[in-house]
């Protein structure tokens, strides 16, 4: 490599060979690292470039990025703190991890917001350009961290990230300011070596980013490079560290890092093709969904049409317009949007057509916690329209598993006719973990028969039934003979004409909801090894990973305990409630306030009891290992420590 930097005696950067030192290296089976500095500091760029190339070792990995909701949000404050944590390991890992055995703190600000996580004897490398006087009392630092002892307990690496930036580009033709930008690549070299991550794809990427100003994409890769040497010839950093390659026992195939959005976006499209169904999008930008919508327009080849709209409601209102004409309707929101999407969902229901509504679920309420996770929307997506207009609702687990989950979305809506609704949330859209990119032989197949011909003495009814799925046949507006109208007033069963007759809209309200009810969904699988358990506990969604892992960690102490995780929160699987009988004590830790709980015990008179968290975070392996020991001692409480 070139551009080799180390530092003087009198501390100053300076290129060129030198001696280096001799280094030891130690093997480790995982590490957590926590990148963390303003929002417009490339912090998740950096992760995202750590993650990748992580990615292509051969590790499993799980990522939580964190960042403010503001596009700029205040520099150097505590609230414009944005962080990217990586969990990567030799075995298989469930979640971004609990603490970080490294913090990158970018300045004083990210130091504060995150130093409470890192535990006794962890590496923390800061950069000390940042600490002025200034940066230190804006964030409430009466004197500097870095020499009155209070980071005592922990190794500290205090490293000029911005002076050696600058140093190692002094002959590029950039300013100053220009020149500084690129300390995120520094770093991210020296963590490259440091962890011994390959660098040929970060190089590739830097240079395909900034393809249209080569100076600035070779500057990039120069203080890449940079502190890649750095951390080689330093005397401050004597050790790196090994993580071999993953060792579970993947299935064989191609895999890929993937973020949770990306991998929904590439199952929307694959329905498209198993349905033989144009795919259409009608969306307004909303974090944290609006990665779908930049996706989906990228695959006009596939078929995919996307429609950014001026607001939600006619995103909605083209999607249902495009399934009437025999598309495979999408739009994609969060919680606020769905508020304003309710009506036009209510007519997706009168009307029985296929639609996939994609709630990628934040903080709320209002406008909430733009860019912090939750799950929320349970009890929104399940009643939240007027009059009974039932909606089957199913949820992803983890980042890759989103493509699986759209896939059965289509599959229910199009096989039932009826709107759809996903239900991901911030932690899944945003982070990323290994994922097998499937062979098309293995996807479902989704064709439909649309209607073609009368069905009734020489008539079309539209609502005439499937005699097992309840589903009314698809006409394409068109088709000769097939001219039908339907709309939001009730209809009568069979012929569609309009029907104010009370016996009939209580045939037609029953109608739709046997419909739901009558949808295949797996049975729960219960993870019960010993088969001696006494204690359950039931996610769905996003903590499916933190439950996991917990878990583990109880049996691995020696206890006994049971898990199970649902898919399928409309209608639930058949076999739920002898599931929940076998159990003394049923525990649903949620990122709400206890939403499924809450239908647990209405529907199947179970006394389902709450761990429950809406911080705007994921739950930690730890905290629910202690609620899980907790209630089988008797002491459970319902609501995480904050």
């Given at each position: 490599?070139?551009?080799?930097v180390?530092?003087s005696?009198?501390?100053?950067?300076?290129?060129g060979?030198?001696?280096?030192?001799?280094k030891?290296?130690?093997?480790l089976?995982?590490?957590?690292?926590?990148?963390?500095?303003?929002?417009?500091?490339?912090?998740?760029?950096?992760?995202?470039?750590?993650t990748?190339?992580?990615?292509?070792?051969?590790?499993?990995?799980?990522?939580?990025?964190?960042?403010?909701?503001?596009i700029?949000?205040?520099?150097?404050?505590?609230?414009?703190?944005?962080?990217?944590?990586?969990?990567?390991?030799?075995?298989d890992?469930l979640?971004?991890?609990?603490?970080?055995?490294?913090?990158?703190?970018m300045?004083?600000?990210?130091l504060?917001a995150?130093?409470?996580?890192?535990?006794?004897?962890?590496?923390?490398i800061?950069?000390t350009d940042?600490?002025?006087k200034?940066?230190?009392?804006?964030?409430?630092?009466?004197?500097?961290?870095?020499?009155?002892?209070?980071?005592?307990?922990?190794?500290?690496?205090?490293v000029?990230?911005?002076?050696l930036?600058?140093?190692?580009l002094?002959?590029?033709?950039?300013?100053?300011?220009?020149?500084?930008r690129?300390?995120?690549?520094?770093?991210?070299?020296?963590?490259?070596?440091m962890?011994?991550?390959?660098?040929?794809?970060?190089?590739r990427f830097?240079?395909?980013?900034?393809?249209?100003?080569p100076?600035l994409?070779?500057?990039?890769?120069?203080?890449?490079?940079?502190g890649w040497?750095?951390?080689?010839?330093?005397e401050?950093f004597?050790?790196?560290?090994?993580?071999?390659?993953a060792?579970?026992?993947?299935?064989?195939?191609?895999?890929?890092?993937i973020?949770g959005n990306?991998?929904?976006s590439?199952?929307?499209?694959?329905?498209?093709r198993q349905?033989?169904?144009p795919?259409?999008?009608?969306?307004?930008?909303?974090?944290?969904?609006?990665?779908i919508?930049?996706e989906l327009?990228?695959h006009?080849n596939?078929?995919?049409?996307?429609?950014?709209a001026?607001?939600?409601?006619?995103?909605?209102?083209?999607?249902?317009?495009?399934?009437?004409?025999?598309?495979?309707?999408?739009?994609?929101?969060?919680?606020p949007?769905v508020?304003?999407?309710?009506?036009?969902?209510?007519?997706a229901?009168?009307?029985?057509?296929?639609l996939?509504v994609?709630?990628?679920q934040?903080?709320?309420?209002s406008?909430?916690?733009?860019?912090?996770?939750?799950?929320?929307?349970?009890?929104?997506?399940?009643?939240?329209?007027?009059?009974?207009?039932?909606?089957p609702?199913?949820?992803?687990?983890?980042?890759?598993?989103?493509?699986?989950?759209?896939?059965?979305?289509?599959?229910?809506?199009?096989?039932?006719?009826?709107?759809?609704f996903?239900?991901?949330?911030?932690?899944?859209?945003?982070?990323?973990?290994?994922w097998?990119?499937?062979?098309?032989?293995?996807?479902p197949?989704?064709?439909?028969?649309?209607a073609?011909?009368?069905?009734?003495?020489?008539e079309?009814?539209?609502?005439?039934?499937?005699?097992?799925?309840?589903a009314?046949?698809?006409?394409?507006?068109?088709?000769?003979?097939?001219?039908?109208?339907?709309?939001?007033?009730?209809?009568?069963?069979?012929?569609g004409?309009?029907?104010?007759?009370?016996?009939?809209?209580?045939h037609m309200?029953?109608t739709?909801?046997?419909?739901i009810?009558g949808?295949?969904?797996?049975?729960?699988?219960?993870?019960?090894?010993?088969?001696?358990?006494?204690?359950?506990?039931l996610?769905?969604?996003?903590?499916?990973?933190?439950?996991?892992?917990?878990?583990?960690?109880v049996r691995?102490?020696?206890?006994?305990v049971?898990?199970?995780?649902l898919?399928?929160?409309?209608?639930?699987?058949?076999?739920?409630g002898?599931?929940?009988?076998?159990?003394?004590n049923?525990?649903?830790?949620e990122m709400?306030?206890?939403?499924?709980?809450?239908?647990?015990?209405?529907?199947?008179?179970?006394?389902?009891?709450?761990y429950?968290?809406?911080?705007?975070?994921?739950?930690?392996?730890?905290?629910?290992?202690?609620?899980i020991a907790?209630?089988e001692?008797?002491?459970?409480?319902?609501s995480?420590?904050?």
């Amino acid at each position: 490599m070139s551009s080799q930097v180390s530092t003087s005696a009198n501390g100053q950067p300076v290129l060129g060979e030198q001696r280096e030192p001799v280094k030891e290296t130690r093997r480790l089976d995982r590490v957590i690292i926590r990148f963390a500095g303003d929002s417009g500091d490339g912090m998740q760029l950096t992760g995202d470039r750590f993650t990748s190339e992580t990615a292509s070792f051969g590790n499993d990995l799980s990522t939580l990025p964190n960042f403010p909701a503001e596009i700029r949000a205040p520099a150097g404050t505590l609230p414009g703190v944005s962080s990217f944590q990586l969990h990567f390991a030799d075995h298989d890992i469930l979640t971004p991890g609990d603490a970080p055995d490294v913090l990158v703190a970018m300045n004083p600000a990210a130091l504060k917001a995150n130093i409470a996580d890192v535990p006794r004897g962890a590496e923390v490398i800061v950069n000390t350009d940042e600490f002025t006087k200034r940066a230190m009392t804006k964030v409430g630092y009466p004197a500097s961290p870095l020499e009155d002892g209070s980071l005592a307990a922990y190794a500290v690496h205090p490293v000029p990230l911005t002076t050696l930036t600058v140093e190692a580009l002094k002959d590029f033709p950039l300013s100053r300011k220009e020149a500084e930008r690129s300390k995120n690549m520094f770093a991210l070299g020296l963590l490259s070596w440091m962890y011994h991550r390959p660098t040929e794809g970060t190089e590739r990427f830097l240079r395909s980013k900034f393809a249209k100003k080569p100076e600035l994409a070779e500057a990039n890769v120069t203080a890449f490079r940079a502190g890649w040497n750095f951390g080689e010839t330093t005397e401050d950093f004597a050790v790196s560290y090994e993580v071999a390659p993953a060792t579970k026992a993947f299935p064989p195939g191609t895999y890929r890092n993937i973020s949770g959005n990306l991998a929904l976006s590439y199952g929307l499209v694959a329905a498209s093709r198993q349905a033989d169904l144009p795919l259409f999008l009608g969306s307004y930008p909303i974090t944290p969904a609006s990665d779908i919508l930049h996706e989906l327009s990228r695959h006009k080849n596939f078929g995919v049409r996307t429609f950014q709209a001026e607001d939600e409601i006619a995103g909605i209102g083209a999607a249902l317009g495009a399934a009437f004409g025999g598309a495979l309707g999408v739009t994609t929101t969060s919680g606020p949007g769905v508020a304003l999407k309710s009506e036009t969902i209510g007519l997706a229901v009168s009307l029985e057509l296929p639609l996939l509504v994609i709630d990628i679920q934040r903080g709320g309420p209002s406008t909430g916690l733009p860019t912090k996770t939750e799950q929320a929307d349970l009890l929104q997506a399940m009643y939240g329209r007027n009059g009974e207009a039932p909606v089957p609702i199913i949820a992803p687990a983890t980042p890759g598993d989103c493509f699986n989950a759209a896939m059965e979305a289509a599959r229910i809506a199009l096989a039932y006719r009826t709107p759809v609704f996903l239900l991901s949330d911030g932690y899944l859209a945003n982070g990323s973990e290994p994922w097998r990119v499937p062979d098309v032989a293995e996807l479902p197949d989704l064709r439909v028969r649309f209607a073609t011909a009368p069905n009734h003495d020489g008539e079309f009814w539209p609502y005439l039934r499937d005699p097992e799925t309840l589903a009314r046949p698809w006409a394409v507006p068109g088709t000769p003979g097939l001219e039908h109208r339907i709309g939001g007033i009730e209809k009568q069963d069979g012929t569609g004409n309009i029907s104010y007759d009370p016996a009939n809209h209580d045939h037609m309200v029953r109608t739709r909801q046997a419909k739901i009810d009558g949808i295949t969904v797996p049975d729960i699988v219960v993870d019960d090894p010993e088969d001696r358990a006494r204690t359950l506990v039931l996610g769905w969604g996003s903590t499916y990973g933190p439950i996991t892992a917990a878990v583990r960690r109880v049996r691995g102490a020696g206890g006994a305990v049971a898990q199970a995780h649902l898919r399928h929160l409309n209608p639930f699987p058949r076999n739920l409630g002898e599931v929940l009988g076998r159990y003394d004590n049923v525990l649903v830790p949620e990122m709400n306030l206890g939403q499924l709980a809450h239908l647990l015990r209405a529907k199947y008179l179970v006394d389902a009891r709450s761990y429950t968290q809406v911080t705007g975070l994921p739950f930690k392996a730890e905290q629910l290992a202690r609620a899980i020991a907790a209630i089988e001692n008797g002491t459970q409480e319902e609501s995480a420590d904050v």
